[in-house]
């Protein structure tokens, strides 16, 4: 886990990535948290339902030690259930991450029960400078493909 400052780049390099997803996904407004003590994390509402869980809302989560999945929120105050995970990076762009989310609202997910097959972070070392470079101007544009694309 990473040890993080009070003031700390990290968490604003998170912040930022969280808002080039959620502007990938087309979203606006405050639709996303940050949960800067350790572990890191963050959370996305989204639009629409699933097909298999028209009565449940349906939220991105982000884990530092894990990468994005995708839960629908349960009655009754009970945690997220997550129902997919992306496979890939612990942190990958945002359009792909914007890409794989849409591709869920085409499939009949169901409970995932096993986060076995989740990446697994490396490096803390490595994740905290991935995170800062979402600060860098230059690095902001490279990370904005899909916006070109639409």
Not at 78 to 105: C, H, I, Q, Y
């Amino acid at each position: 886990m990473m040890e993080l400052d009070f003031d700390d780049s990290v968490v604003r390099g998170l912040h930022r990535y969280v808002r080039l997803v959620s502007r990938a996904l087309g979203l606006r407004g405050a639709c996303s948290y940050i949960q800067s003590d350790e572990p890191l994390s963050a959370y996305i509402a989204l639009d629409g339902r699933f097909s298999t869980f028209p009565d449940h809302d349906v939220a991105l989560l982000w884990e530092e030690t894990h990468g994005w999945s995708a839960a629908v929120e349960t009655h009754g105050g009970e945690d997220l259930r997550v129902v997919a995970t992306l496979d890939k990076d612990v942190l990958p762009p945002p359009d792909t991450v914007a890409s794989w989310t849409r591709g869920l609202f085409q499939r009949d997910l169901v409970l995932d029960g096993s986060r076995d097959e989740r990446p697994v972070l490396a490096n803390a070392d490595t994740m905290r400078k991935r995170l800062t470079a979402y600060l860098d101007r230059d690095a902001s544009v490279r990370l904005l493909p899909l916006a070109s694309a639409r």
